[in-house]
């Protein structure tokens, strides 16, 4: 008898439970029918999603960039950057940043030394450099499998001073150049922008069918006259060449092409190598357009 009362006491309760479940399917499907019914026109609707949208993007934005400060170097990380490289860097060496937006950098090296600011440093040539100081913000970078500059190094020394991934890199064969046209001309150059990387340009400007020759003193040529080249603003259109003329020899061309960026070049002097010619460069280039030259002799 009491077996018998509980199993109906069970479905009783199964179907009082199904009657609940079945009366909240009806309502909510009820609850949609006239919310839908009720809804705005379809740009409100559109806009208020937007709405929605922004501020979740906002608060979002507003929680990673808290989460990023935490993981920045604080003010006492930068100094010890500073005494580092005061204490130990020498003539000769580079202080390279990654990532590049880290300005805090900017503040810390000591101004004696060339701050270089960009995320390909496997492409630089880096003349002038023994010593690269690579300073890295290890909270918001993850060191790739090959090294900055891993088959150009001769040894590595590394340091953590806080959240800053310290290291020098010895180049194994640093290019030494002997002089530079600019300097050896007494030549006005500029900081110019190139390809997000600030570069040292001697500026040579012409108009349509028209060039511009800068003749230089009489100077001791090496093995190589080489360097690299860029048309600004990088969107021209039309090409331009640099024209290098040693003594009365035929002048030797270099084409620049639009949006190739920081374009290498270089010219054998082998010949010439050892003693003093006189060097002239003619550039022609399109209206409005602006030739950043870099020129150095090479031993």
């Known amino acids: 008898m009491a077996v018998r009362l509980f199993v109906r006491l069970l479905a009783h309760l199964r179907d009082d439970l199904l009657a609940q479940l079945r009366d909240s399917w009806h309502g909510g499907l009820g609850w949609l029918r006239r919310t839908w019914a009720i809804r705005p026109p379809r740009r409100r609707l559109a806009a208020q999603v937007l709405a ?12 990673a960039r808290a989460r990023l400060a935490a993981r920045l170097p604080s003010p006492l990380d930068w100094r010890a950057l500073t005494a580092l490289l005061e204490r130990d860097a020498r003539p000769g060496d580079l202080v390279a ?6 300005e805090g950098a900017r503040q810390a090296v000591p101004a004696r030394l060339p701050l270089l600011a960009t995320s390909a440093l496997d492409a630089e040539w880096l003349p002038g450099v023994r010593r690269v100081w ?3 913000a290890s909270g918001v ?3 790739g499998p090959h090294p900055p500059l891993a088959g150009r190094t001769v040894s590595t020394d ?12 010895d180049l194994a064969a640093p290019v030494l150049p002997l002089a530079s046209l600019a300097g050896l001309g007494n030549l006005p150059t500029r900081w110019r922008d190139v390809q997000g990387v600030a570069r040292r340009c001697l500026e040579l400007a012409t108009g349509t069918g028209t060039q ?7 100077m001791v040529l090496g ?46 002097t082998v010949r010439f190598a050892g003693t003093a010619h ?22």
């Open 52 to 63: 929605v949208a922004l501020v979740v993007l906002g608060l979002a934005s507003l929680d």
């Open 97 to 102: 940043i990654a990532p590049p937006w880290l």
């Open 134 to 136: 690579l300073v890295a």
């Open 141 to 143: 970078t993850t060191p």
């Open 158 to 169: 590394t340091q953590q001073l806080g959240p800053l991934r310290v290291a020098r890199l």
């Open 212 to 218: 511009v020759q800068l003749p230089l003193p009489r």
């Open 223 to 268: 093995d190589e006259l080489a360097g690299h080249l860029a048309l600004l603003p990088p969107t021209a259109t039309g090409s331009a060449r640099l024209l290098v003329r040693v003594d009365d020899e035929p002048a030797i061309p270099v084409v620049v092409t639009p949006l190739g960026g920081w374009q290498p070049f270089r010219i054998d």
């Open 278 to 299: 006189s060097v002239t460069i003619e550039a022609e280039t399109p209206a409005g357009v602006t030739l950043c030259v870099e020129a150095l002799i090479l031993p």
